[in-house]
T-cell receptor, first 112, second 115 residues
Framework: GENVEQHPSTLSVQEGDSAVIKCTYS??????FPWYKQELGKRPQLIID?????GEKKDQRIAVTLNKTAKHFSLHITETQPEDSAVYFC???????????FGKGTMLLVSP | NAGVTQTPKFRVLKTGQSMTLLCAQD?????MYWYRQDPGMGLRLIHY???????AKGEVPDGYNVSRLKKQNFLLGLESAAPSQTSVYFC??????????????FGPGTRLTVL
């Protein structure tokens, strides 16, 4: 089955800096890669996703890039703000499968 | 449109007691899932369902049972609760795109403590 590894496990940045979280996956057939943000005590919420026919997708201050050859995808957050502090999870799914495979999460801390 | 809802929000059980967690979705999604999340850990899949009347085991199914009698509901049961089942439980649902699962939407979670 699919295996997703996520790095780093913790990331501390100053407000205004950029943050990058990287995930690698094992199944070259995987074709859908969502990113979830989970604030303390809240549910995971989808913030951005990318499909295998696209190399990059942006939504305001967040972007996701996908490198199918290297089998990795990354979340980029620019001009970080304290409200970006949360745990971020990447995930992947392969065609024909019913379940997402999640990474173990990255705790992002943005200091004012 | 409430999305995915979970009942109850909090619960405290004594070891050996039983309980059922209810998940409901109003998005007409085919797939539904139960996860547990322990402190500092990621999401671990307990059981899932790809349609009414179907269920399947996930990564950590022991000690849990599930039922999907109606498309919009997915129940998670603990027959004899143990302290190791203290956790936050999340339900999720997803639609089907071209034959496989797509974006998952999560419920607000149930915080369960087993004493």
């Amino acid at each position: 089955g699919e295996n997703v590894e996520q790095h780093p496990s913790t990331l501390s940045v100053q407000e205004g800096d950029s943050a990058v979280i990287k995930c690698t996956y094992s199944d070259s057939a995987s074709n859908y890669f969502p990113w979830y943000k989970q604030e303390l005590g809240k549910r995971p919420q989808l913030i951005i996703d990318i499909r295998s026919n696209v190399g990059e997708k942006k939504d305001q201050r967040i972007a996701v890039t996908l490198n199918k050859t290297a089998k990795h995808f990354s979340l980029h957050i620019t001009e970080t703000q304290p409200e970006d502090s949360a745990v971020y999870f990447c995930a992947a799914i392969s065609p024909g499968y019913s379940t997402l495979t999640f990474g173990k999460g990255t705790m992002l801390l943005v200091s004012p | 449109n409430a999305g995915v809802t979970q009942t109850p929000k909090f619960r405290v059980l004594k070891t050996g007691q039983s309980m059922t967690l209810l998940c409901a979705q109003d998005m007409n999604h085919e797939y539904m899932y139960w996860y547990r999340q322990d402190p500092g850990m990621g999401l671990r899949l307990i059981h899932y369902s790809v349609g009414e009347g179907t269920t399947a085991k996930g990564e950590v199914p022991d000690g849990y049972n599930v039922s999907r009698l109606k498309k919009q509901n997915f129940l998670l049961g603990l027959e004899s609760a143990a302290p190791s089942q203290t956790s936050v439980y999340f339900c999720a649902s997803s639609y089907v795109l071209a034959g496989w699962a797509d974006t998952q939407y999560f419920g607000p979670g149930t915080r369960l403590t087993v004493l």
